[in-house]
């Protein structure tokens, strides 16, 4: 016997409905979600909520009709969606790739939400998204994810399902969610030329085109351990070299395109990030250009200036590659920011109230000796590192000397550093590079040679190759950044610790490594 009690209870979720319901009534053949869904770019009073349609990941389109199809989102201030506190209907058009960017807003300052997709009788998972606390307010800790750098074939996206358990406030992404590499069942190791088996294969050829692109974000998004993640935490994502073309910068290509023939892979390679990433509309790329350079403010505690390193930057001096140093590293002329980016955070940096400064980016600030062997006679450094370009360096740490607080996070070396950024012999702040998700494999604590660069580099403070992400943890008194590493990534499944902490007093530049852990 149906109480009407009862009846009415159910009655909403005919409206709202519940999955078994809906499906009954799907045009879709599989779940339309099989990306997943993502939050990103958090203000005080919203965030952004994504999906794509695409019930076949890997067919072309996604599989999904080429035409527009709408769909319903939902935002509630619990996780149950008692209460919708936000809600309307968007259009996933073909023109995107069948995604969707909602920009939420007129949501309280500083707490979580939930949010979920409905499209053609089918509803997505739900995600927990969170906003940034009100500009200026007095706020006394802030608690973050740093990841990035995950080769779908170099190994497993474990560490993301140790992220998903985080409390966070949000997540910096420093770019490479993709690589544009073919697939391949085998290949030659980087570091040894030896055979390297990938513990799973990327579809398709190296990218070229939008459909390529595509298929590539809809592949990497198929990883349920990268989809927990993002229906956890809002993220703060931007873009390095591999979501494009390894080691381009500007109008240049790394692998050796003809300028005019470069634009177009670049436009297309862009266009395809933000269809597969939470980001405002004012980031979306038109024709291959775009600003992408943005803040992240936390109160009065924290600033976080979002850097785009790659898309206004000069050539790499010395033909690129690790080498030793040539006249082009002292290049006058040379950029890694472009006039106008660097302008926009010269003027951030001096005018900003916050506690701390911060500089989410993608490439090594410190001028690092790569050398790995006693017997090198000359220093080698990372042309594709601000080690490269010296003038801009020495300028942009010297904005940073007086400021007493300012924290660059990096990512792009795949794996984890701690150390002083120096200017004219004095310490003016500290450098996290954060490791990877997956590339470069599993690693060890150590890769050879690293006694021999902490002994040429006495601005190291903490060396590491294993995979993982980085924590900071913020108080007005210091900044921590935890290095969070697992034990393997050539497994689904992984344990995780807590390699060391990097412990930054306020005014004090410089790191001090505590909880040391082997
Ligand atoms: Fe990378
Ligand atoms: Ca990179």
């Not at 149906?2 to 078994?20: C, E, H, Q, T």
């Not at 389109?61 to 709408?70: L, R, S």
């Amino acid at each position: 016997m149906l109480s009407r009690r009862l009846f009415i209870a159910a009655a909403p979720l005919v409206v709202i409905g519940a999955p078994g319901i809906l499906r009954a009534q799907s045009v879709f053949r599989t779940f339309p979600f099989a990306l997943g869904i993502a939050s990103g770019d958090p203000s005080q009073d919203g965030f952004v909520i994504w999906t794509r349609l695409a019930p076949d990941p890997l067919e072309l389109h996604g599989g999904m009709a080429m035409t527009p199809m709408d769909v319903e989102w939902e935002v509630a201030s619990d996780d149950r969606f008692a209460t919708i506190v936000a809600k309307g209907t968007t259009v996933a058009r073909p023109e995107v790739a069948h995604s969707v960017h909602v920009e939420v807003a007129g949501l309280q300052a500083n707490r979580p939400y939930w949010y979920r997709f409905t499209a053609g009788g089918e509803r997505s998972f739900s995600g927990r998204a969170r906003t940034l606390p009100a500009a200026g307010a007095a706020m006394d800790k802030l608690k973050f994810g740093v990841v990035g750098c995950q080769n779908y074939e170099d190994g497993f996206f474990g560490a993301y399902n140790h992220l998903a358990r985080e409390e966070l406030d949000f997540v910096f992404h420093y770019g490479d969610y993709i690589y544009e590499w073919r697939g391949s069942p085998s290949s030659a190791s980087y570091f040894t030329g030896r055979l390297q088996v990938p513990v799973r294969q990327h579809a398709g050829q190296l990218l070229y085109d939008l459909a390529d692109y595509r298929q590539r974000y809809a592949q990497y998004k198929t990883d349920t351990d990268l989809q927990r993640a993002h229906a956890a935490h809002s993220f703060y994502p931007t873009f390095d070299d591999h979501e494009i073309d390894n080691n381009w910068v500007a109008g240049i290509s790394g692998s050796g395109s003809p300028a005019e023939m470069f634009e177009l892979r670049r436009a297309a390679a862009l266009q395809a990030w933000y269809e597969h990433m939470p980001v405002r509309r004012a980031n979306m790329p038109r024709f291959g250009t775009g600003t992408f350079h943005r803040t992240a403010r936390f109160g009065n505690l924290a600033e976080i200036q979002l850097l785009d390193t790659r898309s206004y930057r000069s050539d790499q001096a010395c033909d690129d590659g690790f080498k030793p140093l040539c006249e082009g590293v002292h290049d006058k002329t040379a950029q890694v920011l472009g006039a106008e980016q660097e302008a926009w955070l010269a003027k951030n940096l001096s005018s900003n109230q916050a506690r701390w400064n911060c500089l989410g980016q993608q490439i090594m600030m410190m001028s690092l000796d790569r050398r790995r062997a006693a017997n090198e006679d000359t220093r080698i450094a990372n042309m594709d590192s601000w080690a490269a370009y010296e003038v801009p360096r020495q300028r942009m740490l010297g904005r940073m000397a007086g400021l007493g607080n300012v924290i660059v996070l990096t990512g792009d070396e795949h794996q984890n550093f701690v150390g002083d950024l120096v200017h004219r012999d004095k310490v003016v702040g500290t450098e996290i590079v954060s490791t990877s998700i997956s590339s470069g494999g599993d690693g060890s604590d150590l890769r050879y040679g690293s006694e021999q660069m902490m002994k040429n580099n006495p601005e190291l403070k903490f060396l590491n190759d294993q995979r993982g992400y980085v924590v900071c943890e913020v108080t007005p008194d210091a900044w921590l950044s935890h290095f969070q590493v697992v034990d393997q990534v050539s497994t689904r499944s992984n344990t995780m610790k807590r390699r060391a902490t990097a412990e930054v007093a306020h005014g004090i530049p410089g790191a001090k490594m505590t909880g040391l852990s082997v």
